[in-house]
């Protein structure tokens, strides 16, 4: 007792402060009555001298001056009204006084216009109080009851009248009845004593945007994620200044018909809420607030449970769960929900909807080799007409799948070759790179072109010792040559030497200082044309008188075939000088050698490398172990012509073809094809980037092409390649 005479000494202290408050002097008026004090009938005439009276009701507003007009409004009420107004009547249902039913009944119906349909009122708070409230009110007005029989009907009395009677056993549940959507009468009649509460609800759709009267603003962000899911991002913050925080703080998202959510999932992607649901067809998150100056964010992943087309527009209610009336609402739309139609839904199981059809042709298998017997393979598939997804054949009455084979739409070489390298930028002994360079400066001692005149190259040059790639892996092939073999090169000359000799290629035992076994070079004395040696089975085959005046500053095809009748030399797919055989004695030719490799642009023959000079560029090594037909060397020359025509006479920087890129200038066995998927020049290809395979070819950018009249400074200082200039001008 001691307890509740300090509280309400406390409260009658203080009432004074709260007089201003209407929702505080509510509940403080409530209590002084609930404790008999001397303060209860000040604080009620402070209270009364507060409320609002309109024709039909009473009621009481934090808002000063507030009107509520049910036709735009409806039953929402603003701020804590209800809970005010509930516990004014609660203050009224212990004052005999003034609990007259014409003064009761304005705040049971005000507070009545504000019940939903469902007989509840904005929050769980307001519909506990205001049941309380109108509870213990009518309890005190209806002492004396008996049963009440209600009838009802609509029209001018032709449609059935609808009866309910209510006793002692039924008076406290709802009774709902549905009213036929039409325009006219609406009939009742009650028979009874007591008090009763009759009540209806008239429900309409018209949207209306909350947007410039909002205290909040909000970006809202779609994705569209195919026809079965879709996701919605909101983010909010206050637009007004003077509102440090709000209560509870919901995002109540309308899904479109048909989907819903997984709530565990989204409580995972939304860690600052205090709850995720999904009710009524909505899902709300809850957070504990929305702090001024800060934003909340909030995502929501949908998806479809069920086959409903043409998804119309839905809403976001965004608000206070305590102060209702801060709101926004919005409407969006998802557009790839909004074209469906039924049968883009359903698919063929819809009625009228087209059945399973075949897809066009697929590619199931594209040429990756540019060798051999290759062709494209495309197939196709059943699927549904209207969704696309695959289904099972025996709905398009098959068994297998359609099949289309055809050639391949690039040039193809006619035989694989054993040994295949592009040559590309050879600046280290990359692991599996059949060639190695040799007294090539590394990346950090000279950067290199990537190539030359439009085509990915290595470039050697003659210095104190002369640049060279060396092969060994062509010993393996070359021991014993039972078939022949046959070599192809694309070469560039920048200038021949005029006192030494110019091998491009050459094999030989390394250990022995023995001049080679096979070589071809081109001789600096006489007619200084190009020579072809290969001294193997005890036979020297010799081609000689091998023009190479048109040669320089172009990019050749040389290929070389040899068996044990004849050696051949084809330049540009034509065969070029005069054929002879020789009988040898040299030892070197009737047995193989021990230490042999495979030189291109030098002689292995280690002591006349000071002699030799080989200043240009080298390209695509092929090496068969047979010996390649006339036809086949033409259709090799082919498989480079368009590529070597564009380089030498349309403009010296060719698009180079994906299939060609891949085959020249390789990066990794493990690059995907999307680091080849479109055509590149040399320059393109040194600013090429790619998410999947960046970098895809080095350049520097501070790399400068240096104008220098000595020839060997202007070729070999560092630079990137430049398109724009005419290397065929260089002196």
Known sequence: MEFLRMTRSYLERHLRRVKGDVYALAIVTYALHLLGSTESQTAFEALEDL?????????????????????????????????????????????????????????????????????????TQE???????????????????????????????????????????????????????????????????????????????????????????????????????????????????????TGTFVYEI??????????????????????????????????????????LCGTIEMKRYQNIAASQSSWVRIFDYYQPERELVLTYSMKNLAMLDACSVCGSKCTGCTDAILSAWKLVYKCEKLCGDEEERYEKECINAYTRENMDLMYCGITERPQMRKPCNHNILPVCANISTGLWNQRTNVEGEPCVPVNIPTNSQRRQRIGYSGIPATGLRSRSKQEYLSCPVFSEYLQQPANGFSVSLLIYVRQFSVNRQTYFFSYGDIERNARPLISLRRVQWSTQDARLSVSLNGKEYRVNKISTHSWLNKWVHILVTWNDESAVVFVNGVSQGKSFLLRTNYPQAKRPPLNASFYIGQTTKRKLHKNTA?????????????????????????????????????????????????????????????????????????????DECYPMYETREDEILKVDPIYEQYLYSDFVYNETLDYNEMP
């Open 51 to 123: 409320a609002v009276v309109e024709e039909n009701y009473r009621y009481w507003s934090k808002r000063e001056g507030h009107r509520y007009n049910n036709l735009t409004e409806g039953n929402r009420s603003h701020g804590r009204d209800v809970e005010t107004t509930s516990y004014a009547l609660l203050t009224l249902s212990l004052r005999s006084e003034e609990s007259s039913s014409s003064y009761v009944y304005p705040i049971v119906n005000w507070l009545i216009s504000k019940q939903n349909s469902h007989g509840g009122f904005g929050n």
């Open 127 to 245: 519909t506990v109080l205001a049941i309380q409230a109108m509870s213990a009110v009518i309890d005190r007005l209806n002492r004396e009851y008996g049963d009440f029989i209600v009838r009802f009907g609509q029209g001018q009395g032709n449609e059935p009248i609808q009866e309910v009677q209510l006793n002692e056993e039924n008076l406290l549940r709802d009774h709902h009845f549905d009213l036929q959507p039409n325009n006219g009468f609406l009939s009742l009649e009650v028979t009874g004593l007591g008090v009763a509460v009759a009540q209806m609800s008239v429900c309409y759709n018209v949207f209306e945007e909350t947007d410039q009267n909002s205290p909040f603003e909000c970006t809202m962000d779609k994705t569209d994620s195919g026809k079965d899911q879709s996701g919605l991002q909101l983010c909010c913050r206050f637009r007004k200044k003077g509102i440090d925080q």
């Open 254 to 295: 309308k899904l479109p018909s048909g989907f819903t959510i997984d709530v565990q999932e989204n409580e995972y992607k939304n860690l600052d809420t205090k709850m995720v649901e999904f009710r009524n067809g909505s899902a709300n998150l809850y957070f504990d607030k929305l702090v001024n100056n800060d934003e």
């Open 614 to 690: 080989f200043t240009g560029y080298v390209s695509s090594l092929l090496f068969w172990d047979s010996v390649l037909s006339h036809q086949q060397v033409t259709e090799t020359y082919a498989f480079y012509r368009l590529l070597l025509h564009r380089a030498n006479v349309v403009n010296g920087s060719p698009e180079i073809s994906p299939s060609m890129l891949r085959f020249l200038a390789p990066i990794s066995t493990d690059m995907p094809d999307s680091c080849f998927r479109k055509p590149l020049t040399l320059q393109r290809m040194q600013n090429y980037e790619s």
